[in-house]
T-cell receptor, first 113, second 113 residues
Framework: SQELEQSPQSLIVQEGKNLTINCTSSKTLYGLYWYKQKYGEGLIFLMMLQKGGEEKSHEKITAKLDEKKQQSSLHITASQPSHAGIYLCGAGGEMDSNYQLIWGAGTKLIIKP | DGGITQSPKYLFRKEGQNVTLSCEQN?????MYWYRQDPGQGLRLIYYSQIVNDFQKGDIAEGYSVSREKKESFPLTVTSAQKNPTAFYLC????????????FGEGSRLTVL
């Protein structure tokens, strides 16, 4: 079965610094979704990546899917307190399967003022 | 505003009691999902429904039950058969089944005393 591993598990970053979170799959990704969760709340959809080499940006957050479609990275530029939270990646299976997401365990991001 | 409403946000239950978590959406979405989130773990799918009057078991359905009598509503009952029910429960919806772009509620935290 497919597994998603996120790294690091937690990250403390000085405000204004850049950071990267990784999501690595044991199998080819057919769709990779990034979500953000504030502590004790629901998840908010950030971005979806499907094509190898695809890169998308939303405000100061950029996500990329590598050419082999087995790893995605999420990069935050000039981090702000509003970026704090838990970032989760979710992956879709093969296109003809029952399309239920598999989730990484999440990366907890703390921004130091 | 359109969205998903979960209630209650916090719930305490004695061992041996059943409890029902409410999930209502006004997004006119066909698909709805229940996830369980435990510390340090990814989201795990309990049940999902792609259409009214139909639902399927997810990865950890044992000890849980659902109904989908209306498009807007997908309540989850945590029964006394669930051995470790203390967790954060998240309801989500999507406008179609084969997508990883989900809209989440704010979550319900269940604690068994």
């Amino acid at each position: 079965s497919q597994e998603l591993e996120q790294s690091p598990q937690s990250l403390i970053v000085q405000e204004g610094k850049n950071l990267t979170i990784n999501c690595t799959s044991s199998k080819t990704l057919y769709g990779l979704y990034w979500y953000k969760q504030k502590y004790g709340e629901g998840l908010i959809f950030l971005m979806m990546l499907q094509k190898g080499g695809e890169e998308k940006s939303h405000e100061k957050i950029t996500a990329k899917l590598d050419e082999k479609k087995q790893q995605s990275s999420l990069h935050i530029t000039a981090s702000q307190p509003s970026h704090a939270g838990i970032y989760l990646c979710g992956a879709g299976g093969e296109m003809d399967s029952n399309y239920q997401l598999i989730w990484g365990a999440g990366t907890k991001l703390i921004i130091k003022p | 505003d359109g969205g998903i409403t979960q209630s209650p946000k916090y719930l305490f239950r004695k061992e041996g009691q059943n409890v029902t978590l409410s999930c209502e959406q006004n997004l006119n979405h066909d698909a709805m999902y229940w996830y369980r989130q435990d510390p340090g773990q990814g989201l795990r799918l309990i049940y999902y429904s792609q259409i009214v009057n139909d639902f399927q078991k997810g990865d950890i359905a044992e000890g849980y039950s659902v109904s989908r009598e209306k498009k807007e509503s997908f309540p989850l009952t945590v029964t006394s058969a669930q051995k470790n029910p203390t967790a954060f429960y998240l309801c989500a919806s999507s406008d179609r089944a084969n997508t990883g772009e989900l809209f989440f509620g704010e979550g319900s935290r269940l604690t068994v005393l």
